[in-house]
């Protein structure tokens, strides 16, 4: 795991320090992230959480552009009970990472397509039932690794919206119990092996231009 936060840190350091011809863009983003977690037996994007930060964004030409971000996210998911059918489970998770996603976009006039990816580190996390507290009883793994996919909207040159699907590639929970069932489908099997984090990311974005970059637009 953390081979692999390595070498998705030294990709994009690399990646945009190579760049150093192209216009350069600070980005400010906040946002709400509803999230359920794959593997819990609870389904619904219930738990609502919060997203922000800054990152850096690298234009190639009108089309095609690039954006490293660090961001605080929080994940989970929630079940609430039901007194009217009698139903008294509840379930609580929240987990608050920092990530940091690679995102490449493609712009078509002033709409925006993302395509990237995503490694996160858990700074900590609160697990509740009905029952009580149990966080720290079954740990998450620290890194959660994501694949995104998201469309968004260029306001104006500065402002842009984003909506975007984040979903874990690898367990951030193994099953505490190895699993006995067997699934024909390779999907259901590589993704049936624990705990997996699905979000929707909602987010206002702020974009700064470089000064390079207002003097380009210019001429």
């Given at each position: 795991m953390k081979k692999l936060f390595a070498i998705l840190f030294c990709l994009s350091f690399s990646v945009f320090g190579q760049e150093k011809q192209n216009a350069f863009n600070l980005l400010i983003m906040a946002?709400?992230?509803p999230s359920q977690v794959h593997g819990d037996m609870y389904s619904g994007f219930r738990k609502l959480g919060g997203m922000g930060g800054?990152?850096?964004?690298t234009v190639f030409n009108d089309n095609a552009s690039m954006n490293l971000s660090f961001l605080f996210i929080q994940k989970g998911s929630r079940k609430n009970q039901n007194l009217e059918k009698n139903?008294?489970?509840?379930?609580?998770?929240?987990l608050n990472y920092i990530e940091v996603p690679i995102l490449v976009t493609y712009t078509q006039k002033k709409f925006l397509f993302d395509l990237g990816i995503s490694a996160a580190y858990l700074i900590n996390y609160y697990e509740a039932s009905e029952a009580g507290n149990f966080t720290g009883m079954f740990p998450f793994q620290k890194y959660d690794f994501s694949?995104?996919?998201g469309l968004g909207l260029n306001i104006s040159?500065?402002?842009?919206v984003n909506f975007r699907s984040s979903n874990s590639f690898i367990t951030t929970r193994p099953n505490r119990v190895k699993q006995a069932i067997y699934y024909n489908n390779i999907i259901?099997?590589?993704?049936?092996k624990g705990y997996y984090n699905n979000?929707?990311?909602f987010t206002l974005g702020y974009r700064i231009k470089t000064k390079k970059n207002k003097v380009e637009s210019k001429t």
């Open positions: 946002g709400v992230s800054v990152g850096v964004e139903d008294l489970n509840y379930y609580y998770l929240n694949v995104k996919v040159p500065k402002w842009f259901a099997r590589t993704f049936n979000i929707l990311e």
